[in-house]
């Protein structure tokens, strides 16, 4: 199908909004748009809402934005998933943050920490049972270097004092303990665990080495927001040291305790993921006074784009030292865009993930040659929007916590080449025979950061879409019925 007319796009969102009762049209049609690049995007799309009952969306709980994103990915500290079983089991390793470290000795990224709530817990409480953990805790790994207690529902409602738990434990042991009100019932979506994650990182961490002896350089900076799946800090950090800057902290992803705490020494911070960290990194210019600078590490343009943003900051050494390193990777880059252009030139793409992918990629597909026709976030706010309606072209979809019944509708009308989204829609739309990518952690592939990570992007979409298992699928809806099956119907 050929690229759709604006009013062919409205046409499609208003017949998929037909399936809907009167009150939930009216609510879902605000979270619809075509795309306009005159348009306000305030206006345009509504978002950050609760998901309409009833409905089947993909979002997570403020649990798994705080414990699942942003702290969990610290591997030096012990990240107790305080209530059930089950929330910490499900949120464990899922993300591949990989780090630096031996699993259990001083890294604690894949593992399982609980107070495993019973019955007689949600009874009585369970301040005694989480002291006695953190104890127990400290013996059996005494190499770590903190705790984060990560409440899950049930604390809050029958009240456990994590607070005072904390502050006892931390007198008791001399380390860092972070209570973190993050249970899963609070707020529309996981943005809201970012934000209390975020204040906990504010009010337990940020300030604890203010006034102790730090050996700086003018070119300290910090990288926040990018979690290294599959290794994507790492391939970042490389150009950042190229250019002549010294990465003083890289969180959550490969990060440590004493890295958030060395963070207000530095002279920027780096921030990645724009919607999971961008309150810490307000409160850090707020009161100390450090600028922050959103960059964009997918694809060539606009990492180069980026390394120059991020150079403005600093003296003309780096500056020169910024354009040297585009230099250098240019030809390799050019080779990566001559074996694969030819082959993705022309594919249209639907995406729909979680905090920056759904803008942040589009730049590393057009520069394969392909376009990007739709897009929508998970759990994004009005400003994520905002900078997402002049990175997609005019007349394409924009679609906010999307149901999975609009998904589907979507794409059967727009008929992509290729879809990139979460593991929870991957099987639906690969039964229907469409190349699909799991965007969330980059289908065990990666990194996809940086100039290495584009060439490894490039071949995964390629491998991808040009796999000849598409041409052999048949969706379970065109085959032929036994004659049993159709006589019973």
């Known amino acids: ?112 920490f609980t107070s495993d709530f019973q019955e007689r817990d949600i009874v009585f409480g369970g301040d005694k049972k989480l002291a006695k953990l953190i104890g127990e805790i400290e013996k059996l790994f005494p190499l770590n270097n903190g705790i984060t207690i990560q409440s899950e529902c049930p604390i809050g409602l029958i009240g456990d004092d994590i607070e005072a738990v904390s502050k006892k434990a931390t007198a008791e042991f001399g380390k860092t303990v972070v209570p973190v009100r993050c249970e899963g019932f609070r707020g529309v979506s996981q943005s809201l665990g970012h934000h209390i994650a975020n204040d906990a990182v504010r009010d337990w961490v940020i300030g604890n080495r203010d006034n102790k002896p730090f050996e700086q350089t003018a070119y300290d900076v910090a990288i926040i927001g990018d979690y290294n799946i599959g290794g994507d800090a790492w391939s970042s950090r490389i150009l950042l040291e190229e250019m002549g800057l010294r990465v003083v902290a890289q969180w959550s992803g490969d990060g440590t305790l004493a890295e958030m705490e060395n963070t207000p020494k530095v002279k920027l911070n780096l921030l990645h993921c724009y919607r999971s960290m961008n309150y810490i990194s307000r409160h850090m210019e707020e009161k100390y006074g450090i600028p922050w600078v959103e960059y964009n590490f997918f694809g060539p343009t606009k990492v180069a784009e980026s390394l120059r943003k991020i150079a403005s900051f600093f003296d003309d050494s780096i500056k020169a030292k910024t354009e040297e390193v585009i230099a250098k990777y ?114 065990y592939s990666g990194p996809y950061h940086g100039y290495d990570g584009f060439a490894i992007f490039a071949r995964d979409m390629d491998m991808t879409l040009n796999n000849p298992c598409w041409s052999t699928l048949t969706p379970p809806w065109k085959k032929p019925q036994a004659p049993a099956l159709a006589a019973a119907a």
């Open 1 to 112: 199908m050929a690229t759709l007319t604006r009013e062919e796009t409205e046409a499609l969102i208003q017949e998929v909004l037909e399936v809907y009762p009167e009150k939930a049209k009216k609510d879902r049609a605000k979270h619809l748009a075509v795309n306009d690049h005159e348009a306000n995007a305030k206006k345009c799309v509504t978002s950050n809402r609760k998901s309409l009952p009833g409905v089947m969306t993909i979002r997570g709980c403020a649990y798994a934005g705080s414990k699942g994103v942003v702290w969990g990915p610290i591997k030096d500290m012990i990240h107790i998933s305080h209530g059930p079983v089950g929330c910490g089991q499900y949120s464990r390793a899922g993300r591949r943050n990989y780090y630096v470290g031996v699993t259990g000795i001083n890294a604690f990224g894949e593992m399982n």
């Open 330 to 443: 240019q030809p390799m880059m050019q080779a990566v865009i001559d074996k694969y252009k030819p082959r993705l030139q022309g594919k249209r793409v639907m995406l729909y993930v979680g905090g920056l992918r759904p803008r942040h990629v589009i730049g590393a597909y057009e520069d394969l040659g392909m376009e990007v026709v739709g897009t929508g976030y998970e759990f994004g706010h009005n400003d994520d929007y905002e900078r997402t309606v002049k990175e997609m072209g005019n007349a394409t979809l924009l679609y906010d916590d999307v149901t999975g019944f609009e998904f589907e509708e979507f794409v059967k009308k727009v008929k992509p080449d290729l879809i990139g989204s979460g593991i929870k829609e991957k099987y639906i739309f690969q039964k229907m025979g469409i190349p699909f990518r799991q965007m969330h952690s980059w289908d």
